[in-house]
């Protein structure tokens, strides 16, 4: 399997995130990338490539321009008041108040953003549009024939939403490369994310359409991040009524509870009839991911590779989340080896 990667994503390196209370050192670091794609060179996954540029136009086609503005912009906004440490927004605007756009850097770091974990850093506009590229290259291959391809991402996507960015996300590589794929020619594109938290962002984009279908395994937000949207009764809205399934799970849900909900994620793929399958692969489900409730092994993501083969779908994975640094590589790479021996 093609791997697509990229160095630019050293240039999303935040200090800090707000957690407990307290301001402490980001868990979505570079070494995170470092240990994936040491683990694809150690197993002989295949050719690693670099991404090509594909502009701004397939972004736009998920994101808003304001919002796009705003993220290439943020920095220089924030830099010309003097500033050199990270940029984090500080308050929202909740139910009743205004939903407008805001003159000032400060101002406009809230209205486009859903958290205090997410830090806007000199190279994050280049890091996070890198990682749209990687998303990209990756579906190129796709199209000329390959039967999947890993697509690097970092910073992840999936809780960046066509006008918001947080969860460590500022652009969404999986629709992003989803609305290419059907600008391309796939009839229906199915996504399936097993990250961890749910991808509020790739669920809300997609919400009112049929032609791409959403279904995620994540932690239920009555306990876990983002808290406001991946409840079972979302089904989509519209026209995109029932193309949208949530597989909410409690704290502590080991790989019994889990696998039963892929079974019925896959099914339901089946069942919507998509020719074009992209994987939010995020594995920060493992047991002692330092974030997250959840506690599978790294022998289930074996498991996880070989259910998702028998979709019998052309397959482009796109990294998300996983916080066990020491452990992500062999996770993540567990899935692909597994999803490419299985015929
Ligand atoms: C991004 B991805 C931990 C706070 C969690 C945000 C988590 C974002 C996860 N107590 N903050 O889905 O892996
Ligand atoms: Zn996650």
């Known amino acids: 399997m093609l791997t697509v990667y990229s160095d630019d994503h050293r240039l999303q390196d935040g200090k800090a995130e707000l957690v407990d209370g307290k301001l402490q050192p980001c868990f979505e670091m570079p070494r995170r990338a470092d240990m994936v794609l040491d683990r694809v060179k150690t197993v002989g996954l295949g050719e690693v490539v670099e991404p090509k540029n594909f502009g701004k136009e397939p972004i736009l086609r998920v994101h808003a321009e304001n919002f796009v503005t705003f993220l290439e912009t943020a920095w220089d906004e924030w830099s010309a008041l003097g500033r050199s440490h990270d940029a984090l927004p500080l308050n929202w605007s909740v139910r009743g108040m205004q939903n407008r756009e805001p003159e000032v850097i400060d101002g406009k770091l809230s209205y486009f953003s859903f958290d205090a974990g997410t830090p806007v850093t000199a190279g994050t506009w280049r890091a996070a549009t890198a990682s749209v590229n990687v998303a990209l290259t990756g579906l190129e291959a796709v199209l000329g024939g390959a039967r999947s391809a890993f697509s690097l991402c970092r910073p992840p996507g999936h809780h960046a939403a066509a006008e918001y960015y947080g969860g460590y996300c500022f652009l969404n590589n999986a629709a992003i490369?989803?609305?290419?794929?059907?600008?391309?020619?796939?009839?229906?594109?199915?996504?399936?994310?097993?990250?961890?938290?749910?991808?509020?962002?790739?669920?809300?984009?997609?919400?009112?359409?049929?032609?791409?279908?959403?279904?995620?395994?994540?932690?239920?937000?009555?306990?876990?991040?983002?808290?406001?949207?991946?409840?079972?009764?979302?089904?989509?809205?519209?026209?995109?009524?029932?193309?949208?399934?949530?597989?909410?799970?409690?704290?502590?849900?080991?790989?019994?509870?889990?696998?039963?909900?892929?079974?019925?994620?896959?099914?339901?793929?089946?069942?919507?009839?998509?020719?074009?399958?992209?994987?939010?692969?995020?594995?920060?489900?493992?047991?002692?991911?330092?974030?997250?409730?959840?506690?599978?092994?790294?022998?289930?993501?074996?498991?996880?590779?070989?259910?998702?083969?028998?979709?019998?779908?052309?397959?482009?994975?796109?990294?998300?989340?996983?916080?066990?640094?020491?452990?992500?590589?062999?996770?993540?790479v567990n899935v692909l080896t597994a999803f490419e021996q299985a015929a």
């Open 177 to 332: 490369a989803a609305q290419a794929w059907r600008d391309r020619g796939a009839g229906r594109v199915a996504i399936l994310d097993v990250d961890y938290h749910h991808g509020n962002g790739t669920q809300s984009i997609f919400y009112e359409r049929a032609d791409v279908f959403f279904t995620s395994i994540h932690g239920d937000p009555r306990q876990e991040f983002p808290y406001f949207l991946g409840y079972a009764e979302e089904t989509g809205s519209g026209p995109g009524e029932g193309a949208n399934a949530n597989f909410p799970l409690r704290w502590g849900s080991g790989f019994d509870l889990w696998s039963e909900a892929l079974d019925q994620a896959c099914k339901a793929i089946t069942a919507q009839g998509a020719d074009a399958l992209v994987i939010s692969l995020g594995v920060d489900t493992f047991k002692e991911d330092p974030i997250s409730q959840f506690r599978l092994e790294s022998e289930d993501y074996f498991r996880i590779g070989e259910r998702i083969a028998k979709l019998g779908l052309p397959t482009l994975f796109v990294m998300e989340g996983g916080y066990a640094v020491e452990a992500i590589g062999i996770n993540a």
